[in-house]
T-cell receptor, first 115, second 115 residues
Framework: NAGVTQTPKFRVLKTGQSMTLLCAQDMNHEYMYWYRQDPGMGLRLIHYSVGEGTTAKGEVPDGYNVSRLKKQNFLLGLESAAPSQTSVYFC??????????????FGDGTRLSIL | GQQLNQSPQSMFIQEGEDVSMNCTSSSIFNTWLWYKQDPGEGPVLLIALYKAGELTSNGRLTAQFGTTRKDSFLNISASIPSDVGIYFCAGQKYAGGTSYGKLTFGQGTILTVHP
């Protein structure tokens, strides 16, 4: 079972470049999330989506944009990459109801370095 | 943004020892979750707690939802080398509407087990 798949797994960018991180889930989950993980800070929510065509800001949304054109995909975009965006990015998804055995499934992450 | 205070930040123990870690918050959560992250992978759910006072086990792992709903505890008994990793607590609120399902993470506890 694929679960949550993130691409690419690694990427190095120069300051000012743009790129899109892809997240796909095959569990028919309604909710999808993008987090960033930095040393000593746990995971912080960037943006999230409660359904196809809807997105909302999380805790640290500045410098990022997202789109949820299809239920199974959630895209995270960096329009003009900055060194402060060097991080590990995780995508997650969860079913409509929180009361399930596994409320959020995570991908394996995308390691992004901005030079 | 809101944060959970997770302690200790790191632990170095001998194989066979028991481990305890906890998470506290200044506000109430409806759900407490404990995740484990292995190097190069995304967090994997260990235990989910849905009711104040709830005590739940998963093999050698036991977690409790604090009665004040502002804290949670995770215990690992008879540790083994494969317990090595980063353990995260996460709190979830049912705010309704588009806030439904969002997680707030602790900073993580890095566990090292010496054989």
């Amino acid at each position: 079972n694929a679960g949550v798949t993130q691409t690419p797994k690694f990427r190095v960018l120069k300051t000012g470049q743009s790129m899109t991180l892809l997240c796909a889930q095959d569990m028919n989950h309604e909710y999808m999330y993008w987090y960033r993980q930095d040393p000593g800070m746990g995971l912080r929510l960037i943006h999230y989506s409660v359904g196809e065509g809807t997105t909302a800001k999380g805790e640290v949304p500045d410098g990022y944009n997202v789109s949820r054109l299809k239920k199974q995909n959630f895209l995270l975009g960096l329009e003009s990459a900055a060194p402060s965006q060097t991080s590990v990015y995780f995508c997650a998804s969860s079913p409509l109801r929180a009361h399930s055995n596994q409320p959020q499934h995570f991908g394996d992450g995308t390691r992004l370095s901005i030079l | 943004g809101q944060q959970l205070n997770q302690s200790p930040q790191s632990m170095f123990i001998q194989e066979g020892e028991d481990v305890s870690m906890n998470c506290t918050s200044s506000s109430i959560f409806n759900t407490w979750l404990w995740y484990k992250q292995d190097p190069g992978e995304g967090p994997v759910l260990l235990i989910a707690l849905y009711k104040a006072g709830e005590l739940t086990s998963n093999g050698r792992l036991t977690a409790q939802f604090g009665t004040t709903r502002k804290d949670s505890f995770l215990n690992i008994s008879a540790s083994i080398p494969s317990d090595v990793g980063i353990y995260f607590c996460a709190g979830q609120k049912y705010a309704g509407g588009t806030s439904y399902g969002k997680l707030t993470f602790g900073q993580g506890t890095i566990l090292t087990v010496h054989p």
